[in-house]
């Protein structure tokens, strides 16, 4: 709980009564009047990544079969997996099933460990010509002897539906229509739909990685809602970072150490989006292990006014931005078709 100083009132009991849901404090002056100093107790509130995405997976899912009716057009999303990182699997089979749930076409192209560069570039190629397909996704990390940079640019910026070739990133730096990387998406929509104030405020990204922290960073100074907020964006060789976290009304954790973000980093009231997602073990868990963001979440929530969990929070806005922006190629609405 987290208890903000609000105002003043005087003169009781002649005067103003606290409200119910106030915490008040009475001060006897001069023996006569009453001062009251009313401490609003506002609680900390869970942003609900899952109940928010089943909203727009509604959504999404009318618009398609609108499309489908109106000119007959599924749309394609196809996914690239290289190798068997158990992580990778996991993200790819999410996207694949979310695309059954909403209505639409998915295709999973595997690549064995040892898939050379020129291959993958190939296979790139061949989808970047094939008209059904509206939407293409090659997991990250891939094994070392790619190039992901290369293989990024070799996407069409068209069918980038992850927000990741250089076009996208530089358009949407502009304020351009691009796509935008699907979990900074996520975060704003979640700041969005929750109504959550970003105009004037400081917000600090932990992490500057191309796929969250950098997108992030520029998106929240944009001129626009959400946005408009002085942003500061760190990264392993920033020095007093829990000083700087410290500042943030706004504070983005996309670093991928797990609970490395504690309560001692987190001003009072702000709104905490947790990114990270990584397997850490637990021989309590079927699985044998449990999944952990970068934030301290027990420590860390009960000083926020706003809290993204993990899982359950970011994690599930990231694959509705993505089918967003599969839905928006379909349609031919950023690029031409
Ligand atoms: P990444 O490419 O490894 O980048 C991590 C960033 O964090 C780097 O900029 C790094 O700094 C910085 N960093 C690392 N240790 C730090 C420290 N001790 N202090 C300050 N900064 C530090 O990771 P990523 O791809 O952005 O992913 C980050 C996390 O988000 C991961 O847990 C990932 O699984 C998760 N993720 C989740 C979703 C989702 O849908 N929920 C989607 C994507 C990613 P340097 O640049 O100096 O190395």
Redesign the pocket.
């Known amino acids: 709980m987290c208890m903000r100083a609000k105002s003043w009132t005087c003169n009781f009991p002649n005067g103003i009564f606290p409200r119910q849901d106030h915490q008040t404090l009475g001060i006897r002056i001069f023996g006569a009047d009453f001062c009251f100093i009313i401490l609003e107790q506002e609680s900390m509130q869970l942003i609900d990544g899952k109940a928010v995405a089943a909203r727009f997976k509604d959504q999404i899912a009318a618009e398609v079969q609108e499309l489908k009716a109106s000119n007959g057009k599924t749309p394609h999303l196809v996914a690239i997996l290289v190798g068997t990182n158990g ?1 990778s699997e996991t ?1 790819v089979a999410h996207k694949v099933k979310a695309c059954g749930e909403l209505g639409f076409k998915s295709t999973l192209v595997r690549f064995d460990e040892t898939v050379t560069e020129a291959e993958l570039l190939d296979k790139v190629r061949e989808i970047n010509e094939d008209d059904d397909m509206d939407g293409l996704i090659v997991q ?1 990390p891939l094994p070392a002897h790619i190039n992901p940079d290369r293989v990024m640019e070799t996407i069409h910026p068209a069918k980038d539906v992850d927000g990741f070739h250089p076009i996208n990133i530089g358009r949407m730096a502009k304020g351009l229509p691009a796509y935008i990387s ?2 900074p998406q ?1 975060c704003l929509m979640l700041l969005e739909h929750y109504g959550i104030e970003t105009a004037g405020k400081h917000c600090v990204v ?8 950098l997108p992030m960073s520029i998106l929240m100074q944009r001129n626009t809602y959400p946005g408009n907020c002085t942003v500061t964006i ?5 020095k007093n ?1 829990a000083e700087i976290c410290r500042q943030a009304d706004i504070l983005v ?6 609970e ?1 973000i504690t309560a001692d980093m987190v001003k009072e009231g702000a709104v905490v989006l947790d ?4 397997r850490v073990p637990d021989a309590t868990k079927k699985s044998g292990f449990s999944l952990k ?2 934030v301290k979440f027990d420590e860390v929530a009960p000083k926020t006014s706003f809290i993204t969990p ?1 899982p359950g ?3 599930q ?3 509705i931005s993505l089918m967003q922006n599969t839905l928006l190629a379909a349609k031919g609405e950023i690029y031409q078709k």
């Open positions: 992580a993200y990250l699907a979990t996520g932990v992490g500057r990685s191309q796929i969250v922290g760190t990264h392993s060789k920033t970072l954790g996309a670093l991928g150490r797990p490395f990114v990270g997602l990584e963001g970068d993990v929070g970011v994690g806005m990231t694959i």
